[in-house]
């Protein structure tokens, strides 16, 4: 029933996996983020950012680090959920709780071959995108899926209740 809960690793797993990956000639995607309330937005995302390359590693924002980037209300869902969610999913090959409020030291740590934002960032605002460009990789922005949002989901949910 839980067969994909080995996706759920540390950072260390993560980068020992990569590296075994990239000598068998294998691209690593890498992606972050915090995946509060996982919806269509979030999985058309993150099944696009597998198809552009072998392996697919998502570094799942923790607790506080939400806190910090949303605010003192959010995550909706707990950590261990939102990485539960992902790691369900068939696209996504490995998952990982990061606590820094951004994914710089993750990014110079694993290396990937392929960076991935969502269309609404713009290169220049992508954190990483130098660290891996100089290592010889490339930086891809996702177009942005209108119509699915987090925040608009819980306001959603809010005035049912209100």
Known sequence: MEEYRYKIRHLEETKKECGRLKTLGKRIVFTNGCFDIL???HTRYLCAARELGDYLVVAVNSDRSVRAIKG???PVLAEEVRAEL????????SIFIFDDDDPLKIIQHLLPDILVKGG???EQDIIGADVVKEA???VKRIPFVTGFSTTNLIQEILTLFS
């Open 39 to 41: 919806h269509p937005g």
């Open 72 to 74: 003192p209300k959010r």
């Open 86 to 93: 992902l790691a369900a999913l068939s696209f996504v090959d």
């Open 120 to 122: 609404d960032w713009e």
């Open 136 to 138: 010889g990789g490339v």
